[in-house]
C-alpha cells in the first residue's frame, strides 16, 4: 500500500505550549488521530539523545509512538544521533558522546539504536522503517563521520561514516529484523547515484532510501 505520512514530532511539545488540534468540523482531537481522520496511514518520530528542550527523548517518542500505534499507523523512526537538529549544515555529536573515541562513538550508537527500539518492542510497537541518520549526505556525527569539507574530501571520510552508519544499522536489525533500514539525504530530486555507489563500495548497508 501507498504509505502517506507526515512527521509530527513536535507534537508534544506543541501541547505543552497549550495548542490544541481540531479537524474541518472544529472537533478537538489528538494529533495522531487527526492525522488518521485526514487520510493518513503513517507518521515520523524524530528521535534526539540528550535534548536540552525536553522532547524528542525515549520517554516523548515511546508516548507519541504508543498514540499513534492506538490509531493504526505506521511508525518511522528518525534517529538523529545529535541532541538537535542534524542536517548538511550540522551534524554535531551529543554532549555526552563529544569526547568519545572512534570506536566508542560506534559502540555509542548502536547502545543508544538498540535502547530507542527495545522501548518501542517493550510497548508491543514494532517500527515499520528507520532512519540511520538524518540528512547525511555529508555524513554524521562531525568530525569523525565527515565525508568532506570546504578543502575536498577528507581521508578516511567514507570509511568512517559507513562504520558509524553500518553501527545503527546492525543495531537496528537486531532489535526489529523485520523493519526497512534506511540512509536518509536530503535533496533527494538531484542525481546521488554517485553517493550511493560510494556509501555501497565503503560497504554501506540499507535496506531502502
Known sequence: KLAMGADISWYTEMEQDSKKFYNEK????????????????????????????????????????????????????????????????????PQDWKDLTAMELRNAVATHTAEILSALVQHGIRPKWIQIGNETRNGMLWPEGQLWSDKGDLPNGWKNYVALSNAGYNAAKSVCPDASVMVHLNNAYEDLDWWFAKFQSAGGKFDMI
Open 26 to 93: 472544529g472537533e478537538e482531537r489528538e494529533c495522531p488521530a487527526l492525522m488518521k481522520e485526514i487520510g493518513m496511514n503513517a507518521i515520523r518520530l524524530r528521535v534526539w539523545v540528550n535534548p536540552s528542550s525536553g522532547y524528542c527523548h525515549r520517554e516523548d517518542v515511546v508516548a507519541k509512538a504508543l498514540a499513534a500505534h492506538r490509531q493504526g499507523l505506521d511508525l518511522m523512526i528518525d534517529f538523529h544521533y545529535s541532541d538537535f537538529f542534524a542536517d548538511p549544515s550540522r551534524q554535531d555529536k
